[in-house]
T-cell receptor, first 111, second 112 residues
Framework: SQQGEEDPQALSIQEGENATMNCSYK?????LQWYRQNSGRGLVHLIL?????REKHSGRLRVTLDTSKKSSSLLITASRAADTASYFC???????????FGAGTTVTVRA | NAGVTQTPKFQVLKTGQSMTLQCAQD?????MSWYRQDPGMGLRLIHY???????DQGEVPNGYNVSRSTTEDFPLRLLSAAPSQTSVYFC???????????FGSGTRLTVV
């Protein structure tokens, strides 16, 4: 079974608005990553946050991690049409080399 | 620097046929993985490798074999194709655990 679960499944926003999506996971993790997938393409790594970190920024991306709630959120600020994609969280666990993905959130940014 | 290269990009197989999906990376990454992506199910791990000569099973290994004779290559073999193996297959590599993976562009496989 998959470790991560994203919420919502789909999100539609206006250009310039912020987009927030959440990821919940079942068991303790070592690292949590977020990836973007444009339609018909491979996944692109966006950001990685370690279990001892609470927040991380990269450009217009902000990721938070709450290990007590086993959840993470990805915020995209000032969204653009180019942000239209599916976003996946992925986790790995201590002493385990497998990277497990959730089912993803599909984000549509309307012009 | 090509990253992760997957071939072929598209393939149609008949039930019972076998084939090998190729994956090569030129970043000297130790970690390599194969995933399949089906609608609404995200990515599921098939097999992975933490270095040359070392492979292990992921979440959905049945019907697939892998080998890792070199750091660069990680081929995925379908032993006897079934319609349930119709999917998009992604190969990915990383320096080590705790680093972001680089993904290939995928192989779209249809089994009829």
């Amino acid at each position: 079974s998959q470790q991560g679960e994203e919420d919502p499944q789909a999100l539609s926003i206006q250009e310039g608005e912020n987009a927030t999506m959440n990821c919940s996971y079942k068991t303790s993790i070592n690292n949590l990553q977020w990836y973007r997938q444009n339609s018909g393409r491979g996944l692109v790594h966006l950001i990685l946050i370690r279990s001892n970190e609470r927040e991380k920024h990269s450009g217009r991306l902000r990721v938070t991690l709450d290990t007590s709630k086993k959840s993470s959120s990805l915020l995209i600020t000032a969204s653009r049409a180019a942000d239209t994609a599916s976003y996946f969280c992925a986790t790995d666990q201590f002493n385990d080399y497998k990277l497990s993905f959730g089912a993803g959130t599909t984000v549509t940014v309307r012009a | 620097n090509a990253g992760v290269t997957q071939t072929p990009k598209f393939q149609v197989l008949k039930t019972g046929q076998s084939m090998t999906l190729q994956c090569a990376q030129d970043m000297n990454h130790e970690y390599m993985s194969w995933y399949r992506q089906d609608p609404g199910m995200g990515l599921r791990l098939i097999h992975y490798s933490v270095g040359a000569g070392i492979t292990d099973q992921g979440e959905v290994p049945n019907g697939y074999n892998v080998s890792r004779s070199t750091t660069e290559d990680f081929p995925l073999r379908l032993l006897s194709a079934a319609p349930s193996q119709t999917s998009v297959y992604f190969c990915a590599s990383a320096d080590t655990v705790g680093y972001g993976y680089t993904f290939g562009s995928g192989t779209r496989l249809t089994v009829v």
